[in-house]
């Protein structure tokens, strides 16, 4: 018990004297003559959509006739019939000659609608992601003038002071 109290008695001195004292300097306070911020302009990218109308070209749909896929049905079918040696390979090459027929059939036909409908054009509204440089000051502290017995001193802070900065001074002998 004895011995927490004389470690108590050591320590409470420390605890109450500020650190600044303690470091074997004296605090005091200064008059800020000015403060003026420090700004750093920095660059970032933004994505901003753009946007314009673009002229298309449509193709009327024509009358649609299915007499170009029937057409290559028959004519697949007749093939396959004709390639075939056995019964059961006849059947097989009409049904394959016939759906093949009818596809072939079906773009012939597709192709020479295309080819003679008319044209027609339209504006479609376009749009693309682009990405935008931007720059902006931002703060970064303050360049402080401050008076302290007598002599100017500046020094950058983080922090606007306010009218008087606090300062430690150190007294050392020359020599």
Do not use: F, W
């Amino acid at each position: 018990m004895a011995r927490s109290r004389k470690l108590l008695s050591l320590l409470l001195p420390t605890l109450l004297v500020p650190s600044l004292a303690i470091a074997g300097g004296r605090h005091h306070e200064a008059r800020v003559l000015s403060s003026k911020p420090i700004y750093q302009t920095v660059s970032y990218s933004v994505p901003v959509e753009q946007c314009r109308y673009e002229q298309v070209a449509y193709h009327e749909p024509g009358h649609r006739s299915a007499t170009p896929a029937l057409l290559g049905a028959v004519i697949g079918g007749a093939l396959g019939n004709a390639v075939g040696h056995s019964k059961r390979n006849k059947q097989v090459g009409v049904a394959v000659g016939a759906v093949l027929g009818a596809s072939v059939g079906s773009d012939i036909g597709r192709r020479h609608q295309t080819a003679g409908s008319p044209v027609r054009y339209g504006t479609e509204r376009v749009c693309s992601t682009v990405h935008e440089q931007r720059h902006e000051d931002q703060l970064v502290g303050y360049r402080v003038t401050y008076r302290y017995a007598g002599q100017t001193y500046v020094t950058d802070m983080d922090y606007d002071p306010g009218p008087t900065l606090p300062v430690v001074v150190h007294v050392r002998p020359l020599g």
